[in-house]
């Protein structure tokens, strides 16, 4: 498995304004991954991000919405930009050290008003 | 995009009783099968991964896999009110053409275990 911190651990924030939420691995990975989860909703996917590379974003989601940077095996960060209370949610980074199995950090509450 | 299907519930078990999670998927490729945990306002856990057809067991937990139906289970033993959660199924997706692989997650299932 893996260590995995996220900052901040919740925050509320104005409409318009933007958040980057940090995450922190305690080991290298390749892949890390971002998701959305909604108030009583299941995960959604966001974008998967490679160290050196542009992030892979899923349908329905884009760069300059959710701007992700990978400077290092251990680290990412994801921006939510010019937000709106539609961006209320819970953002949780995750990663999968041996390919597999996929470990999850605390994640972000996110309250945009 | 591939589906996950589960029932919401909630799914309502007396302590002691066996509580049995049951997950649909539409890929029927897919080789690689998880479940993971969610207490409220907490991040999801992995408890169970599955990858070939039949039982797996780890302690009080055993998952269930058949391919050819396309079904994947998770029974809880001897549950504890400490097991109501959200059980969220989870399976991996792979494209062929590129090999990028991500997990697909179902809405997850409700357990309320009552002591």
Same mark, same amino acid.
């Given at each position: ?11 509320? !924030? ?8 940090? !995450? ?68 949780? !980074? ?20 | ?56 067991? @780890?302690?009080?937990?055993? *998952? ?13 033993? @001897?549950?504890?009110?400490? @097991?109501? *959660?959200?059980?969220?199924? *989870? ?25």
């Amino acid at each position: 498995s893996a260590v995995i911190s996220q900052k901040p651990s919740r925050d509320i !924030c104005q409409r318009g304004t933007s958040l980057t939420i940090q !995450c922190q691995v305690d080991s290298q990975v390749t892949m890390m991954f971002w998701y959305r989860q909604q108030p009583g909703q299941s995960l959604t996917l966001i974008a998967t991000a490679n160290q050196g590379s542009e992030a892979t974003y899923e349908s329905g989601f884009v760069i300059d919405k959710f701007p992700i940077s990978r400077p290092n095996l251990t680290f990412s960060t994801l921006t939510v930009s010019n937000m709106s209370p539609e961006d209320s949610s819970i953002y949780l !980074c995750s990663v999968s050290p041996g390919g597999s199995e996929q470990y999850f950090g605390p994640g972000t509450r996110l309250t945009v008003t | 995009q591939k589906e996950v299907e589960q029932n919401s519930g909630p799914l309502s078990v007396p302590e002691g009783a066996i509580a049995s999670l049951n997950c649909t998927y539409s890929d029927r490729g897919s080789q690689s099968f998880f479940w993971y945990r969610q207490y409220s306002g907490k991040s999801p856990e992995l408890i169970m991964s599955i990858y070939s057809n039949g039982d797996k067991e @780890d302690g009080r937990f055993t *998952a269930q896999l058949n391919k050819a139906s396309q079904y994947v289970s998770l029974l809880i033993r @001897d549950s504890q009110p400490s @097991d109501s *959660a959200t059980y969220l199924c *989870a399976v991996r997706e792979v494209k062929m053409n590129t090999g990028f692989q991500k997990l697909v997650f179902g809405t997850g299932t409700r357990l309320l275990v009552s002591p």
